[in-house]
């Protein structure tokens, strides 16, 4: 493939240099409204295709008029690992009577096979299409039998690399890791750069920088952003220089939040790259889209200000909208670091680096098993804020609801709190009686009064188990995902003994007050003598009550005893935790030549995918910052809309109520392949979606077209039937 | 990480075009003298740190405002949240002397200070290495009746400096810091106290409770 000569040739992007380039202003009113972006013409409906190769960016219509399907386009070898490895996980165990009641509640008319084969061909015939063009245009890749692991980041252009550096950590030092000195140079080197600061233009936090390098910095900017506001009434929301630059900011006042990015995937702005596809016989397709995401996606700039949300929030989380405005009122030269610890700016150093590469914040980036969770928000904020949970059996989740529903009624006695204070778990837990067999006794006291949410969750990652909340209020997935990501960062992740109490906003639920939270995790390993290792859980209780510590500590110990107390139930809560903790393609779902996926469950926003180690065989920062680039494209991209034989039949039937729901997961079917070409190898990403899921794929590019819609499908399918497994829905309400 | 408990100040320096204003930052900031004019366009920003009463970590955020006309529309966010303000003149010219009170009423009014008869300002008398003979004739006289005599005047420390050969330069700027630094204190101690705040429960109805649904 020719990729890397055609880059000189091509529209790619000249060399970043910003004096050369014309700074261009992106003023939108408050009102956000994104008129420009949209389609010139509403009336003539165009399926819009980006068939980049991303890696040198040229753009490819395809032309539909003459094209016959395809099926062979690869006809490459598949991996010998790959078929190799079907084969040893290919007996799946039977499933038990159980199981497959679960399995059967998902199944409904719109699953069977006959549709999915119609469906499936109809995908064929479309990416047939697509990759035909893709081959038609570049030279032959059969050889293609490179393992990925062989390929760098740095292979895909997806930093700005001038001086042509080909060592990925030599690169990751000088342009990614957080460098806080009074460097210049070094400070200028850095993609990203985050700073908060007060509208008196006094710093608050620099993701890079010493505070005498930031000083200057926050002033310019602070001036920049309050004389526009002043002078021409708008709120200043982005400045693009060049192709190659972004400053966005977003206004919380008295506080001023401002990123600026040079990183490829943050920069892609999908209107300037997408051509136009006119597919015959489309006359009639409704092109209403109520698609929320996707015209929210069409602003170029919100990957940024979700970003600075966040950081935003985070802020909130720890000192409440209130505290904020009250120390700025009369007195705009406070200085907000006063009330903030180094921990707090150690943990938005770590939400930055998250946010921005889906990378730890260690000294140990060589490692090669790194910490994933990063990784784990990453996509978590890709795919708006969803909530990544953890596959158990719908048996086990509806136990561990109870539990936390029965927690929630306990009752003792009044003068029974202040006697088990100082006691042990085990002394303690005998005087417990959940309040359902009935209660005469005057005396009696709910423990629970002032618990609002429990959460059961794995320590290290943060997957959730179960999830209670009270009738009338629930919590975002926004405040959720905050919410873990504190917890994370301030768990000691090896004590078992400690009780944590953190007094938290929650912006979403309330920004003007404090919410409790009680964190204890427990070692389920304890409880075994035969040394099976299980990863621990934590427990998070949520109390409206700052002086209830005593009485949710005594729920937690509650909750732990009936969880350890049946041998049986233990059992499988724990094989069921080590079988899914690593959640392989290969074993769990029976499919070869895919190496990771997501599926994303729209209807409750949460979302699954495998252990990234089957993409490169490692969980190293090259493998990491390659995933965190292809899923950005994938979910950046524009999709092609499909227009599924079922759709005309929605359209006709609008009218009856009784169809409409049977084909609603056929709307807005639409999907997006990619393919990043290197010289001796590449990748294949798939994206499909519709109302129900949206589905993310990588693959190697020999991956035959119709093995990639079959064996997506599949997982597809799998993820469906597994719906209760995968995902904790929203919860248990009490 | 260390600078999270020094103190952070702005300040702003104000004063005519050509007084000396970004010489005055830049002996003090790098300890250098240009003899180029160059008019300063919007604001230059410097940062330095000095420690006052021998313990006390200051990092001074200096504003430096261009002085001519055409660039005083740049408003509110240069006077925000200010912590000091140094009105700056030229010895040798009084035109720039006279101006002292409106360049301190246009800091007021676009600053929106809580409490403008408490506000720390200095006054700064630059290029006093120039001959005798070019100065303001009766300068002190002038002066005095500019800082006291006035209604509602200038009553604020004056320092007489040569950005040129660094004289007094360092002790202009340490009386600033410690200024505001005494303002700040002062704010603090002034019941700005929002610890309370940290205990704003968030009432929380529950359509039903425990006890009705136990059944």
């Known amino acids: ?734 | 990480m260390s600078g999270r408990k020094k103190t952070l100040l702005k300040v702003i320096i104000l004063g005519d075009s050509g007084v000396g204003k970004t010489s005055l930052m830049q002996q003090f900031v790098n300890s250098k003298f240009s003899h180029q004019y160059k008019a300063t366009i919007g604001a230059d920003f410097l940062t330095k740190e000095i420690t006052i009463d021998n313990n006390k970590q200051v990092s001074l955020q200096i504003w430096d405002t261009a002085g001519q006309e055409r660039f005083q529309s740049l408003g509110v966010a240069f006077y925000r949240g200010a912590d000091c303000c140094v009105l700056c003149y030229d010895v040798t010219n009084e035109k720039s002397l006279n101006n002292l009170t409106s360049w301190k009423d246009e800091f007021l009014v676009q600053s929106n200070v809580t409490n403008p008869q408490d506000f720390p300002f200095i006054i700064i008398g630059n290029k006093i290495d120039v001959d005798e003979n070019k100065k303001i004739p009766s300068l002190q006289k002038k002066l005095q009746n500019i800082t006291s005599n006035q209604l509602g005047g200038l009553n604020y420390p004056v320092f007489e400096t040569s950005a040129k050969e660094g004289v007094n330069v360092e002790a202009a700027f340490e009386v600033i810091a410690k200024m505001a630094l005494q303002q700040e204190e002062l704010n603090d101690a002034n019941g700005h106290d929002v610890s309370d705040d940290y205990n704003d429960a968030i009432n929380i109805h529950l359509e039903s409770e425990p006890s009705n649904c136990a059944c």
């Open chain 1, 1 to 734: 493939m020719s990729s890397q000569g055609n880059d000189t040739s091509s529209a790619n992007a000249p060399p970043h240099d910003d004096r050369e380039s014309i700074p261009r202003l992106l003023i939108t009113p408050p009102s956000l409204t994104p008129t420009s972006i949209l389609p010139p013409s509403i009336s003539q409906p165009t399926l819009a295709v980006n068939l980049e190769n991303v890696s040198n960016g040229i753009i490819k219509a395809i032309d539909y008029s003459n094209s016959t399907p395809d099926q062979l386009l690869s006809s490459g070898p598949k991996l010998s690992v790959v078929s190799s490895e079907s084969s040893e996980y290919g007996v799946r165990s039977p499933i038990s009577q159980e199981e497959y009641e679960n399995l059967t509640d998902h199944f409904t008319d719109e699953y069977d096979d006959n549709d999915n084969t119609e469906d499936n061909e109809e995908l064929q015939n479309l990416i047939s299409d697509i990759i035909r063009y893709e081959h038609s245009h570049s030279i032959n890749l059969d050889h293609n039998n490179k393992l990925m692991s062989e390929s760098s980041y740095l292979d895909f252009n997806i930093f700005p690399n001038h001086d042509s550096i080909t060592d990925e950590l030599e690169y990751y030092n000088k342009y990614i890791k957080l460098s806080k000195t009074n460097n210049e140079e070094e400070f200028h080197d850095k993609l990203k750069h985050f700073f908060i600061f007060s509208m008196a233009g006094k710093p608050i936090y620099s993701f890079n920088g010493a505070d005498e390098l930031v000083m200057g910095y926050a002033g310019i900017l602070t001036t920049i952003i309050s004389t526009f506001e002043e002078n021409i009434n708008e709120e200043i929301k982005s400045i693009t220089v060049g192709d190659n630059l972004k400053i966005v900011a977003i206004n919380r006042n008295p506080l001023v939040l401002v990123s600026i990015s040079s990183i490829s995937y943050e920069l892609m702005s999908f209107s300037k790259n997408d051509v136009g596809l006119e597919i015959p016989d489309d006359t009639e397709q409704e092109i209403k889209d109520t698609d929320n995401d996707h015209t929210l996606r069409n602003n170029q700039d919100l990957i940024l200000i979700n970003q600075l949300n966040t950081l935003y929030n985070y802020l909130l989380s720890i000192l409440s909208k209130p505290v904020i405005e009250k120390n700025f009122m009369n007195r705009m030269n406070y200085d907000l670091r006063r009330i903030l610890t180094s921990l707090d700016f150690d943990n938005i150093d770590a939400l930055c680096m998250r946010l921005s590469y889906g990378l730890p914040i260690t000294e140990e980036i060589e490692n090669n098993l790194l910490d994933t969770s990063s990784f784990d928000f990453f996509i978590s904020e890709l795919l708006d804020s969803s909530i990544q949970s953890i596959k158990i059996t719908n048996t086990t989740r509806t136990r561990l609801n109870k539990i936390l529903l029965a927690s929630k009624k306990l009752k003792v006695k009044q003068q029974q709190i202040s006697s088990t204070e100082t006691g042990s778990t085990a002394g303690t837990i005998s005087s417990y009686f959940p309040s359902v067999g009935g209660s005469t006794l005057v005396e009696e006291k709910f423990l629970g009064d002032d618990l609002l949410f429990s959460l059961l969750a794995t320590s290290h990652n943060n997957k959730i188990l179960s999830y209670m909340k009270p009738k009338n209020h629930s919590l975002s997935n926004d405040d959720l995902k905050l919410l873990l990501n504190v917890i994370h960062s301030s768990q000691n992740s090896l004590d078992y003994t400690e009780d944590l109490w953190i007094p938290l906003c929650l912006p979403n639920f309330n920004p003007n007050g404090f919410l409790y939270v009680f964190v204890k995790q427990i070692n389920l390993s304890d409880y075994f003598k035969s040394g099976i290792v299980v990863q621990p859980l934590t427990i998070i209780l949520i109390s409206s009550n700052k002086n209830s510590f005593y009485q949710m500590q005594e729920i937690s110990n509650y909750i732990i005893y009936m969880i350890i107390k049946d041998e049986a139930v233990l059992n499988t809560l724990a094989q069921e935790l080590i079988n899914s903790s690593r959640l392989s393609i290969i074993k769990d779902i029976n499919v070869p030549s895919i190496k990771h996926f997501i599926y994303k469950s729209k209807k409750c926003n949460q979302f699954i995918m495998n252990d990234l180690i089957h993409f490169n065989n490692d969980r190293s920062m090259n493998s990491l910052l390659q995933l965190v680039y292809f899923y950005s494209v994938l979910h950046n991209t524009k999709a092609v809309k499909i227009k599924s034989r079922l759709k005309s039949t929605y359209n006709q039937s609008t009218s009856s109520n009784n169809q409409t729901s049977s084909s609603s997961s056929f709307q807005n079917k639409k999907l997006t392949y990619a393919k990043w070409t290197l010289q001796d190898n590449s990748v294949t990403g798939f994206m499909l979606a519709d109302n129900e899921y949206e589905f993310y794929c990588l693959s190697n590019s020999s991956i035959k077209s119709n093995d990639l819609i079959n064996h997506s499908l599949k997982i597809i399918k799998w993820c469906e039937k597994n719906q209760k497994r995968l995902f904790f829905g929203s919860g248990v309400v009490f």
